[in-house]
């Protein structure tokens, strides 16, 4: 039999002894279609007549090719201490190392579809319809290859035999085995003995025998997969049937046994697992708990993705001490419609609730929830956010992984919908509130609020129109509240001017309110209104010198600003107060042109606020190292508008000193603080400080201090001080620790605390986190020396087989609720 010598080949399209083989094909099987061209090709280089034979298609070019060396060891697992460092990340410091794809810089240029085939093999014998290729065969046609030590091919059944080191590369993908066999025409291919590698999803395994088609398909038989870095069997998931399809990013094993160090601790008939972020059908790890409310916590959520813009999750929960809690949540997404989202959860029978409040009637409990955003046409907006429970202590009761439903004190109901002209933005919304504590009245309900408001270009240099005009309608169902409409309006002019040194704002505008009242209190008057003129002038210079500040060159500014203000008095002791408060005072209300939240007091004033603030700017990159603020209002006649009717005036001559400041001297560390001090007393009113500390490795450290006494001027508050401490620390790769701990100064005990452990290794991670608190009445001073003050506690696990998946997301809920800054998303891996 003849033998030709080690050749070089590029082909385009080739034909032989009758069997054409054109580009389609290589198109649709890949490196299966390769495989025939290199055989038609070794026969061609080795009889001249076959060149004759083929027609016009063929290239008979000879071109030299550069193989480049393989990357690392034959999965491509590099260790750590030859990995690029900025490859380094916290999950190639787990494993000691990471999968280094070496066509991972495959591009658009080099698709196989469009490109040439590059072949080489040292020998080839023809007999018949057979050609075999021994010596080592090398096969590439874009950022597709494939090798192996020897090749049989039959032209005829356009099938053949690959043996003794194969390997079969893609971008993402490798393929190895010791014998393989290919069949062009169905797209199939087989490999015995062989191992595989999923590059982007950090996946290994092997199988007794591979397949894969030309649909991205790869079945695995007798075979076994993990996450876990070669030589690390943490856990594996044995198979008599694995299929990964990399089209969809989803993996499905029959017949599967969990195994960790060795041992079998799970077994399904089937698994769906991803292998990417798409969304997905399927059953989801379960969530575990414990917590005082309610016992052991139990919930199996079931996914379904219903179709590509809706889906479906629906979660079975038990709670022990209170039943089966059915959770869902639908989520709809559109174009036109925009999007929606539908959630609720409902308990038939909570036996807790029951023994708690047994003169109540029902104890069935449910929830209900509407979100939704919309935009049209680039002008219209909308938005809903509904939500509704059927009782005050649901959420605070089902909601025990997230501390801040102790604090919610309301539950919103908004409808509202947007107009964006070109010089006018026309509001038209409705909103209520369902209160989540029997001690708070039932809010006011605005059916409806529409609000036309002009769009002013803030030109500068010339005169901006200001107007607006607002109606609201106001309902209650508490029978000894004012109810009826209520008109605001604002029409003027501001003038702003502003240098490279500066700036000087002008604002004059004219103020109305009317009311025509349905039920008034008392003898007043039904329609009872108040009228304001304001002025304001706003000024502002900016100075800057070059210096040095923590061993930086830096730019230091000097900012000094006055802000006056004065506004009319009208008597308006004979109005409602619908939606209105007094707000609480700091360092952004020296500059603000009211008092007041809400539109029911039209506030009199004639006062200049003066505030100072100074900034660290890096001389090159303009990064903010440190601002500092401080300022104060100096009032020249008595505040004679409150909201009280009864209320006296306010009679000071000046304000607290407000200020604040913000440290920033690197990239890991950051302090700051907000103070309100009142020189009349002598006394701090409030502040508080926070420092934060990060590290490279995750380390997240805050210590944060917390005071704040009742001032008259808002009402009754409770008084505040307390010292606040959190953590995230890695103790080393695989260990961390994180706490929290809330302690008030006032009562001398812990309020609030966290503790937990984690470990976290190259393929698997567990949390374990336990919580107390004090279960407080909102809005009231807590008495921690009563005998019926309880304090709560949470137990939460959390279990995570990475690239499967895990249980215990309650967890990464109170950590970010707790620990400032960290990031549940960059934590997760």
Known sequence: MPTAPSSNFVVDTLSSGGLAVPLGVQRRRGWYAMLLLLCAAAGAAQDDSALAEAGPGIEDTLVEETIEPRIGAELDWIPIENVPKALRNLSCRLCEGRYIDPQGGANAARNPDTSPINASARSTEIEGNTVRLSGGVEVTQGYRAFSSDAASIDRETRSG???????LREPGVLLRGERGQFYSRSGEAQMENSQFVLHEQQLRGSAALLSRDSNELIRIE????TFCAPGDNDWLLQTGQLELDLERGVGTARDATLRAGGIPIFYTPWLSFPLDDRRRSGLMFPAVGSDSRGG??????????????YDLLYAPRYIGLRGINHEFEGRYLDPFNGNWQLGGSYIGDDEQYADDFPDEPDAKRWLANVQHQGAYGGRWRSLINYSKVSDVDLIRDLETSRLDSRRDVNLLQLGQVKYLGEDWLITAQAQQFQPLAED???DYKKLPQITAQ????????SLNPIGMLQYSNFDTDTESLATGQRIYGEAGVTYPMSWQYGF???TAKYRVLEYALDRQIGDLDENPGARSGLASIDAGLFFERSTRFANKDVVQTLEPRVFYLYSQYDEQTDQPDFDSAELTFNYNQLFRDTRFSGRDRLDDANQVAVGLTTRFLGESSGEELFNASIGQIVYFNNRRVRLGASAPELDRSNSELAGEFNFYPNDRLSMRSNLQYDPSTGKMNSGNLIASYTRDDDTVFNAGYTFRRPVSLVGNQPTTDQVNLST????????????????????????EDMVGIEYDSCCWQVRLLHLRYFDTVR?????????????EYATQLQFVLKGLGGFGDGVEQLMGDMIQGFNRLAYSR
Do not use: H
């Open 161 to 167: 035999t690959l043996e003794g080191n194969i390997e």
């Open 222 to 225: 007798d075979g076994e997969m």
């Open 454 to 461: 002009y769009r002013s270009q803030g030109t500068p240099f």
């Open 504 to 506: 000087l704002r002008s």
């Open 728 to 751: 995230y620390y890695p103790i080393n790769n695989n260990w961390r620790f994180f706490m929290a701990w809330n302690y008030s100064l006032e009562a001398n005990r812990s309020v």
């Open 779 to 791: 809005n009231e001073i807590p008495d921690f020396d009563s005998p019926s003050l309880d304090r």
């Open 296 to 309: 052991v916590d139990i919930g199996v959520p079931v996914y379904l993705n219903l179709a590509e813009n």
């Open 440 to 442: 708070i009245r039932n």
